[in-house]
């Protein structure tokens, strides 16, 4: 997450909220303040004067139209950084207004002029809107009568329990989200594509009970006609042509802005349909794409930004997720000088984790392309057939578009037991088939998998620069499940002695030391036993498989797992160190040991 810093203007300002993590947010039905900063980015002082209500130096703030108008009227302004400023409220225009009052003064170039806005609360909906803000009488080079006006979230309230949204969730624009500008006269229309990705081991709601209430996702942009601009909103503004849609096969929905004439800035609802149980899910179904099209970009280039809220989603039927707010950047560019490719890359990102051997990898592949009449795609991997697609159309006005984007699945009929490279390159000709340019692309395919003697598949996790079984192991000779009950294996795994781990131990692994363990904790921190446990963030998914004593007795399966460690405890001969993980009380250390005969888990850590 960002906050707007529009170098190219010379005037600009942002927003921090100290008690939400310093965005542009604030929360419904929570009084909050929210920090100002004005940039004097001119290059020369601005001189200040006083004077009557039409002639002194003024700064008017004007909030979103979803606050009301008690709302408005009840703010404050305080902590100005620079002496001389006063504060009223403009009752007739429903603005926060700043009057300079000392006979003269100098805002210097390249400072800052900031102050705090108290008192703000609104009951609204969730929704985005913009602050606004006007200069008056600010005498110096370049000052804009109103700065680029900046979004600013109204997110839902949520509990104190709630869950970090952004610990699960990643976002990010195709091809660094580039919009290319263009005039009126001679329009290129534009498609950005936003991926959100669930980062977390689980699907982002994971509970058998199907989820309730009104899970919302809202998109806007930043409006006017500047450099720090996507596009005016206006009455006739090109912002309210923009269409979104979902790319991915997945259960969700979306609603375009309608164009009310009343003021309001235009804002996109994505939401997940009713029989989507997991919301978004994990693996294969992990990334969700929308696209954002018909962007046509009148303004000068620049950066610009994309303001994503999440609002009223749920981890489970008891647990809620924080409201979150990303500020994601658009680069706004001018249109290429050439033609040819100007955009190549994985939708998935440029690495493919496996989970298991599979023989059909699929490879999701985009590009972007300005008078571009046909292509050419070769992979690596021997036995892939070059893929070819012509754009022209001979009986169609232009015969090619001039600014275009693609998709494209390859899909690689290999089996990958290690990590391997595949390498793509992806050729640009004109319509005599004369060479334009070319891109490449590079995606590595990570084995994230072991698979046992016996032919079991097991994923694996990597934590604090080691790689880990993220299951209980589950084969070998001389070790038994728990309670002799085959039917045990399938959760919790083989119980096995401290000779029979070694004994055990598959090629290019290795039992974890005390101190492999300790140090993957230390680097969870606190919340390690939450993150390390089956269902946590990390994927480890430790399981509570109880113990044995070698004797034909056994405990604690479904209380207490017991791994084991491949340090001896010199103090206690005959017994080595192990992991304890008590799930009631809900800790895990490693400062015990127990008797080398007795049967405990095993995961086992690969040699590095």
């Not at 009713?274 to 046509?296: M, R, V």
């Not at 004593?549 to 017991?562: K, P």
Request: proline fraction near 6%; include cysteine; glycine fraction near 8%.
């Amino acid at each position: 997450m960002s906050t707007y810093t529009a170098s190219a203007d010379p005037v600009y300002f942002s927003m921090a909220n100290p008690a939400a993590d310093n965005q542009p947010q604030i929360y419904v039905g929570v009084t909050a303040t929210l920090n100002i900063t004005i940039v004097n980015n001119t290059g020369a002082d601005i001189t200040l004067q006083t004077g009557d209500s039409n002639s002194a130096s003024g700064i008017e703030v004007f909030m979103p139209s979803f606050f009301t108008s008690d709302q408005k009227a009840v703010m404050t302004i305080s902590n100005i950084s620079q002496p001389g400023w006063g504060f009223s409220y403009d009752a007739p225009y429903k603005g926060l207004l700043l009057t300079y009052g000392n006979a003269s003064g100098t805002w210097a170039a390249g400072t800052n002029l900031t102050f705090t806005i108290n008192l703000i609360t609104a009951t609204a909906s969730p929704t985005i809107d913009a602050v606004k803000m006007n200069l008056y009488n600010l005498n110096g080079t370049n000052v804009p009568a109103s700065p680029q006006p900046q979004n600013l979230a109204l997110n839902s309230s949520a509990p104190p329990a709630a869950v970090d949204l952004t610990t699960v969730l990643q976002l990010g624009l195709d091809n660094q989200g580039t919009v290319y500008v263009s005039v009126a006269t001679d329009p290129l229309s534009n498609t950005i594509f936003l991926n959100i990705k669930n980062i977390g081991a689980n699907p982002l709601y994971n509970d058998s009970v199907p989820w309730t209430g009104n899970p919302t996702v809202t998109v806007s942009f930043v409006y006017g006609d500047t450099a720090g601009a996507l596009a005016s909103d206006d009455d006739s503004g090109t912002a309210w042509s923009i269409g979104a849609s979902v790319v991915t096969d997945q259960a969700w929905g979306y609603k375009n802005p309608t164009n009310t004439h009343t003021g309001t800035n235009p804002v996109w609802t994505l939401y997940p349909q009713q029989g989507n149980a997991g919301i978004i899910g994990t693996g294969a179904d992990a990334n969700l794409t929308f696209a954002f099209s018909n962007i046509n970009s009148f303004t000068p280039a620049g950066h610009t930004q994309m303001m994503v809220t999440f609002n009223n989603f749920m981890m489970n039927s008891t647990t809620a997720y924080k409201p979150a707010t990303f500020i994601l950047d658009i680069s706004k560019q001018d249109a290429p000088l050439t033609r040819g490719l100007f955009g190549f890359f994985g939708v998935n990102g440029s690495i493919i984790k496996l989970t298991g051997p599979t023989q059909n990898i699929s490879i999701p592949l985009k590009w972007s392309m300005f008078y571009v009449d046909n292509i050419k795609l070769f992979c690596s991997v021997p036995g892939i057939p070059q893929l070819e697609r012509n754009y022209y159309k001979k009986d169609q006005t232009p015969n090619i578009q001039p600014l275009a984007y693609d998709t494209f699945s390859l899909t690689l009929p290999i089996q990958v037991a290690q990590d391997t490279a595949v390498f793509l390159t992806l050729q640009a000709f004109d319509n005599n088939n004369n060479y334009l340019n070319s891109l490449q692309f590079t995606i590595f395919i990570s084995a994230s998998f072991f698979v046992d003697p016996g032919g079991q598949v097991y994923p694996t996790v990597f934590l604090n620069n080691q790689t880990w079984l993220a299951a209980n192991y589950n084969y070998g000779t001389g070790c038994i499940a728990y309670g002799n009950d085959n039917g045990n294996r399938t959760t919790y795994g083989l119980l096995y002695s401290a000779a029979q781990a070694v004994a055990n131990t598959p090629a290019g692994w290795r039992i974890p030391s005390q101190a492999d363990w300790n140090n993957l904790i230390t680097s969870l921190g606190a919340n390690a036993y939450a993150a390390l446990i089956a269902g946590g963030s990390s994927g480890f998914n430790a399981q509570g498989g109880g113990m044995g004593d070698g004797q034909g007795n056994f405990n604690s399966m479904g209380a207490t797992g017991y791994y084991w460690t491949g340090t001896a405890n010199n103090q206690q001969p005959g017994s080595n160190f192990d992991a304890l993980f008590f799930l009631a009380q809900q800790k895990v250390n490693v400062s015990n040991s127990i008797a080398i005969t007795n049967l405990l888990s095993v995961r086992y850590v690969k040699n590095t």
